[in-house]
């Protein structure tokens, strides 16, 4: 069976400057995969490409065995592929219930998406209360817990994460996490990108560690964890 | 998703409608104003119903997709002169009035449409320019193209529309003479039937997909991307409808006129006159925009030659002392009005009721505190 989503070899960047050069990246069904690295390694761009919002130089991007590379973002969004950017970038003056109805954009199925608006108010209670507020007036963790469930309103098989934790304190952190956790459950595989990177090896499956466009290294995430180089570089101690 | 129609969302609009058809039907408040102020209101309220339908396609590409488009009177003047080429005696053309609106607004649609497809990749200042430049282009085409537009004169006369004949009857019954030149109130009705057809397109507009994705993309590009939104496509419509309103309001213009007026009356400052309207009245919002017009056109067109005429009148200003004209100060209480507004009332006058319709539906919040946030 070939994985969920295979990037292959995947050149892209910005002009002139180089970002990402030859990345490989594989994600299976139902898997949690975590890409930790530092500032400016390229992990933000690696999933730009991957949805569609940077196009490649070179390279593949196979989606349950198919090319999507150099497909137009809104018609990846269409195949699953659900993108929560960095810098949760909500609509401030939309409502909250509008930011979610906008996540079901590419859906019609009206009734289903009903029940999935009830679901993200189940699965963040805040966002139920703050419903016919403008998003702009959220708390940052608010918005960042808009900006997930906004992405989940898609119903995606893989959701892109992007830099969940940024800016936001422990606690809500730990409140997305516990989402994303739940959800994967059901089966709804996730690539994570994240800064915080014990936190998200602790969530995932297996992960990546990217330096300067390049993945570095790759294993299962409990590996990573106690790994040495992993440790002194990420992790802190 | 609600689908509130037009008379719901807005409760007084029926009430204002109604006093717009009334008005002309009551004869008296025409002449007694006319009396006074010495200006045809019904005329003066035939061309703000035209600048209304001007400022709504504006407002779907400032107002709702937020595309700063500082070229708009330019579409105005490309329906005006489609109009006049197919209607003119002095073309072969002279396709009648329903034809040439159709046409002028398909006309002017589709050169927004071949202006925008290569140039909507920019963004915020890049695009104005874009379209300011084009604005002045199309202004110095016309007037340089005189085997075409008959430059500085305009062409005309752009002949009234065929009444049909069922009409006859109904007409002579409200005491409406069956001849455009002879009674205003022709005129009168045909702007505001097009500009209450206009109005009810874009109520439904507002809350369709297509609406969502407009505001979608004014309030976050990339996130709007990620959301499965076609930005390229969804703007381009946002800038063939708006740039179709505005050749339909310039098909009306000239038509009410009886001329395409000449090509200076396409110019920066017309675009930016409509500009400020819908940013006086709040951007994105309907209601906010015809209030914008109203006043602003109102100010300019009725208001200013009545105070002329009572400076004038009181033999103030025997020796015509520049200061003395109000018009001549007409710019500069714009610019400050304009200076206040943005100061203690950015989001405009009455601004779209969108957050606040929301709040009354489902958690009811001071909506002084909302407002101040945004």
Redo the contacts between chains.
């Keep these: 069976m070939p994985p969920l989503l295979a990037v292959e070899d995947f050149y892209a960047g910005y002009g002139p400057i180089e970002v990402l050069k030859g990345i490989s990246i594989e994600v299976q069904p139902g898997e949690i995969v975590a890409l930790i690295g530092s500032n400016g390694a390229g992990k933000t761009s690696t999933l730009m490409g991957i949805s569609g919002c940077l196009r490649p130089s070179r390279g593949r991007v196979l989606w349950q065995g198919r090319e999507i590379q150099g497909l137009p973002a809104h018609e990846i969004v269409c195949r699953g592929i659900c993108h929560a950017p960095e810098g949760r970038k909500i609509f401030p003056r939309l409502t909250v219930l509008e930011n979610l109805q906008m996540g079901a954009f590419s859906r019609r199925d009206t009734k289903q998406i009903e029940r999935d608006l009830q679901r993200s108010f189940e699965l963040f209670p805040v966002l139920a209360q703050r419903r016919g507020q403008a998003g702009g007036t959220l708390s940052g963790g608010e918005q960042q817990m808009l900006a997930v469930a906004r992405a989940l309103m898609g119903r995606p098989t893989l959701l892109l994460l992007d830099e969940p934790s940024l800016g936001l304190a422990p606690l809500i952190v730990v409140k997305i996490f516990e989402v994303v956790r739940q959800l994967n459950r059901e089966g709804m595989a996730v690539l994570l990108v994240e800064q915080a990177a014990r936190m998200a090896l602790k969530l995932a499956h297996r992960g990546y560690v990217m330096e300067i466009g390049r993945i570095t290294m790759t294993d299962r995430a409990e590996a990573l964890l106690t790994d040495k180089r992993v440790q002194d570089a990420y992790l802190g101690e | ?1 609600s689908n509130t129609t037009a008379p719901k969302r807005f409760p007084m609009a029926w009430f204002y409608l109604a006093l717009l058809v009334a008005y002309p039907l009551l004869v008296y408040p025409e002449n007694a104003l006319f009396r006074l102020t010495e200006i045809s209101i019904g005329m003066q309220l035939t061309y703000i119903f035209i600048y209304a339908i001007l400022a709504l396609g504006l407002n779907v590409v400032v107002g709702y997709t937020g595309l700063l488009h500082l070229g708009i009177a330019a579409f105005f003047g490309i329906g005006a002169y489609i109009t006049g080429i197919l209607t003119v005696p002095a073309y072969p053309f002279q396709v009648g009035f329903i034809a040439a609106l159709v046409l002028s607004t398909a006309g002017a649609a589709l050169l927004g449409v071949l202006l925008g497809a290569p140039t909507l990749r920019l963004r915020g200042d890049y695009l104005a320019i874009v379209t300011l430049g084009f604005g002045e282009v199309t202004r110095f085409t016309l007037r340089n193209l005189e085997e075409i537009t008959a430059g500085t004169r305009g062409l005309n006369p752009v002949p009234p529309p065929q009444l049909p004949g069922v009409l006859a009857t109904p007409l002579s019954w409200l005491g409406i003479q069956p001849d455009w030149s002879l009674d205003y109130r022709l005129f009168y009705y045909l702007a505001l039937g097009l500009l209450v057809l206009v109005v009810v397109l874009l109520t439904n507009l507002e809350r369709s ?1 297509l609406g ?2 407009w ?2 993309i004014r ?2 590009e ?10 390229a496509r969804v703007k381009l419509s946002a800038f063939a409808l708006g740039c179709g309103l505005a050749g339909m309001a310039g098909c009306l213009y000239a038509t009410t006129l009886t001329s395409t007026a000449g090509p200076d009356a396409f110019d920066f400052n017309r675009s930016i006159i409509m500009l400020c309207c819908i940013i006086l009245g709040g951007l994105g919002s309907l209601r906010g925009t015809l209030l914008g017009v109203v006043l602003l056109i109102g100010f300019d067109n009725v208001a200013a030659p009545v105070l002329d005429g009572l400076i004038q009148g009181a033999n103030i200003n025997p020796n015509g002392n520049p200061l003395l004209t109000f018009s001549n100060w007409k710019l500069l209480i714009f610019g400050v009005a304009l200076i206040v507004m943005m100061r203690f009332r950015p989001e405009g006058l009455l601004p779209s009721r ?2 606040e319709e ?6 009811p ?1 001071p909506r002084g505190k ?1 407002l101040r ?2």
């Design positions: 998703m997909r969502r994705a505001v979608a309030e976050d990339l996130a709007a991307t990620c959301m499965g939104i076609n930005a969108v957050v929301e709040l009354v539906g489902y958690a919040q909302l946030a945004r």
